[in-house]
């Protein structure tokens, strides 16, 4: 069952770093976003995997820590892994794929809606490399429009040691 690692899992590699991040989000719709700050910190879990723990300070809620796993699935040829959130207690199941100029992750998952009346929403976040250093994560949530609306955007740099 061992599984040697593929060029998907490279593209893993490339989050592992020391990372700060400013955050853009939308508390609610119609309102100008609320600006939120911290830092990620990403290390391998052998060469399939990646751990992602964030610390910031979320505007309301307070001080926040956050784990993200990712991983490449060949069986599925698909992206897998989780996030959850020091704030809220739902667990979040990615799946998803690279674009095709391998620059983009768009991770699918499903959540309680931000509306706050007991259903179930699809969401979608985007991890773009805009070089090396720097990466953009954007959070998008699926509208009864059928079209994707964006609540929040997070851009990461590395931290130069």
């Given at each position: 069952?061992?599984?040697?690692?593929?060029?998907?899992?490279?593209?893993?590699?490339?989050l592992?770093?020391?990372?700060?991040?400013e955050?853009?989000?939308?508390?609610?719709p119609?309102?100008?976003?609320?600006?939120?700050t911290?830092t990620?910190?990403?290390?391998?879990?052998?060469?399939?995997?990646i751990?992602?723990?964030?610390?910031?300070?979320?505007?309301?809620?307070?001080p926040?820590?956050?784990?993200?796993t990712?991983?490449?699935?060949?069986?599925?040829?698909?992206?897998?892994?989780?996030?959850?959130?020091?704030?809220?207690?739902?667990?979040?199941?990615?799946?998803g794929?690279?674009?095709?100029?391998?620059?983009?992750?768009?991770l699918?998952?499903?959540?309680?809606?931000?509306?706050?009346?007991?259903?179930?929403?699809?969401?979608?976040?985007?991890?773009?490399?805009?070089?090396?250093?720097?990466?953009l994560?954007?959070?998008?949530?699926?509208?009864?429009?059928?079209?994707?609306?964006q609540?929040?955007?997070?851009?990461?740099?590395?931290?130069?040691?």
């Open positions: 069952m061992k599984t040697e690692p593929q060029k998907e899992h490279q593209w893993l590699q490339k592992v770093g020391e990372w700060t991040y955050a853009d989000v939308a508390m609610k119609g309102e100008p976003p609320t600006k939120c911290g990620e910190s990403v290390r391998s879990l052998g060469p399939l995997w751990l992602a723990e964030g610390e910031g300070e979320i505007p309301c809620w307070g926040a820590t956050t784990m993200m990712l991983g490449y699935d060949p069986q599925k040829k698909r992206y897998v892994g989780t996030w959850v959130g020091s704030m809220m207690s739902h667990l979040w199941v990615y799946d794929a690279l674009d095709a100029a391998g620059l983009a992750l768009a699918d998952t499903e959540g309680p809606s931000m509306a706050g009346d007991g259903k179930m929403a699809k969401y979608q976040d985007v991890i773009e490399f805009k070089s090396d250093d720097h990466r994560l954007i959070s998008q949530v699926l509208g009864d429009d059928g079209k994707w609306h609540f929040m955007s997070t851009t990461y740099r590395r931290k130069q040691l």
